[in-house]
């Protein structure tokens, strides 16, 4: 099975920094990669797809990149309401299988 | 507008079973794969199974495999999952989740979630 290294698993930053995280697959899987944010209490939300294609309605601060094994999520200019959980996850043959999440602060 | 109500959760014992069931509506269930996706209390996500818009292709984690069931109803827009053998490690929030759907197939893409319905195992 393939499995998701997600760094870091926390991160404090300033409101307008740029918040980058990151995530490895132990094998290459293309570009099916997704990133959700979890804010406390709610369900997940999909912000990415296919590595680097913003969804629907999301501030476009949020972006993705990567292929194969490393792909990045940054968020351009930290803002208050983007305190969450971010968790990626990876998709192939009938699994899918999401990192250990970075949860994000305000410093 | 999408919503996805998920219901059968509580307390069981180990070794019981529990049936949860999702009720969809605002879309053409039956045009789009269907998940679940499980949050143990305090920790990180986990996808439990998957099923296609016509049940030919069917997925679980290593975790539930051989112990859990997922099975869809078209007419009634519902979504299910039968979990046999319960275990403490089971204990979790139980999310009903969309397919974001790719060329009229299943890509894992998680577009909709419900609000989760709680399975605590416990003797």
């Known amino acids: 099975d393939i499995q998701m290294t997600q760094s870091p698993s926390s991160l404090s930053a300033s409101v307008g920094d740029r918040v980058t995280i990151t995530c490895q697959a132990s094998?290459?899987?293309?570009?099916?990669l997704n990133w959700y944010q979890q804010k406390p209490g709610k369900a997940p939300k999909l912000l990415i797809y296919d590595a680097s294609n913003l969804e629907t309605g999301v501030p476009s601060r949020f972006s993705g990149s990567g292929s194969g094994t490393d792909f990045t999520f940054t968020i351009s200019s930290l803002q208050p309401e983007d305190i969450a959980t971010y968790y990626c996850q990876q998709y192939d043959n009938l699994h899918g299988t999401f990192g250990q999440g970075t949860k994000v602060e305000i410093k | 507008e999408v919503q996805l109500v998920e219901s059968g959760g509580g307390l069981v014992q180990p070794g019981r079973s529990l049936r949860l069931s999702c009720a969809a509506s605002g879309f053409t269930f039956d045009d789009y794969a269907m998940h679940w996706v499980r949050q143990a209390p305090g920790k990180g996500l986990e996808w439990v199974s998957g099923i296609s818009w016509n049940s030919g292709s069917i997925g679980y984690a290593d975790s539930v495999k051989g112990r859990f069931t997922i099975s869809r109803d078209n007419a009634k827009n519902s979504l299910y999952l039968q979990m046999n053998s319960l275990r403490a490690e089971d204990t979790a929030l139980y999310y009903c989740?969309?397919?974001?759907?790719?060329?009229?197939?299943?890509?894992?893409?998680?577009?909709?979630w419900g609000q989760g319905t709680l399975v605590t195992v416990s003797s």
């Open positions: 094998q290459d899987i293309s570009n099916y």
């Open positions: 989740a969309k397919d974001r759907g790719c060329g009229g197939g299943s890509c894992y893409t998680f577009d909709y």
